[in-house]
């Protein structure tokens, strides 16, 4: 049968390559201009190099995958018209692109950004997808994190390599109970991030 596996990040990848196996016709589709998903747009260079994710696409490519870039499913296709062009089954894998915002005063001020879009957009920026003046912060900014995971601590860290003259973490609770990786911790510390 044919599949089609809407988003290419990892839950997309990983159905995409095992149906393959299994000798199903499987098309991935994207809206991004280029497979991977959070492991692509969403995780720094510095954690996850990029060759590694194209890489690992190659792989899946090699095994009959198709992938259909730059198309968004729900506004330029429906997963009726999917139907319609004879795949018998799909999966969406779209991912959880929704942010936690914070119920605070100022949380819509200017200059309070989600980490998930701050990060997408350097990663954008480098590919030479959006103009460098996109990345909201610039040489010299101070900046604050509130959140103490792992994408905190991404975006702390890329920070730092923009140039901010001053990149701190906020956490609510003791660094113990920090839910990032005790070596991202140790990483951050390492290149000058401060903790409160």
């Known amino acids: 049968g044919n599949i089609a596996v809407i988003g ?8 995409a390559g095992d149906l393959a196996k299994m ?18 747009y969403g995780i720094p260079e510095f954690r996850l190099p990029k060759q590694v994710v ?5 792989r899946i490519k090699k095994l009959g995958v198709d992938f ?12 009726d018209e999917l139907f319609n062009q004879g795949f018998d089954a799909i999966f969406i894998g779209t991912g959880n692109a929704l942010s936690k915002s914070l119920p605070i005063d100022g949380a819509k001020l200017k200059g309070v950004i989600q980490a998930t879009y701050f990060l997408q957009m350097v990663e954008l ?4 997808s959006v103009d460098p003046n996109e990345v ?7 900046v ?29 609770r003791s660094e113990e109970e920090m839910p990032a990786r005790i070596e991202e911790v140790k990483h951050a510390k390492e290149e000058g991030v401060e903790f409160l």
């Not at 000798?23 to 280029?34: L, Y």
């Not at 194209?54 to 190659?58: L, M, T």
């Open 125 to 128: 920026s480098n590919s030479n």
């Open 144 to 172: 604050v994190v509130i959140g103490g995971g792992n994408t905190a601590m991404d975006s702390v860290r890329t920070a730092k390599r923009l140039g901010a003259e001053r990149a701190m973490i906020i956490y609510r």
């Open 54 to 58: 194209r890489r690992e696409v190659k």
């Open 8 to 15: 290419s990040g990892p839950a997309g990848l990983t159905v």
């Open 23 to 40: 000798g199903f016709k499987v098309t991935v589709f994207d809206s991004q201009p280029e497979a991977g998903g959070v492991l692509m």
């Open 136 to 142: 909201p912060i610039k040489e010299g900014d101070e």
């Open 68 to 79: 259909k870039l730059n198309i968004m499913v729900g506004t330029e296709i429906t997963v």
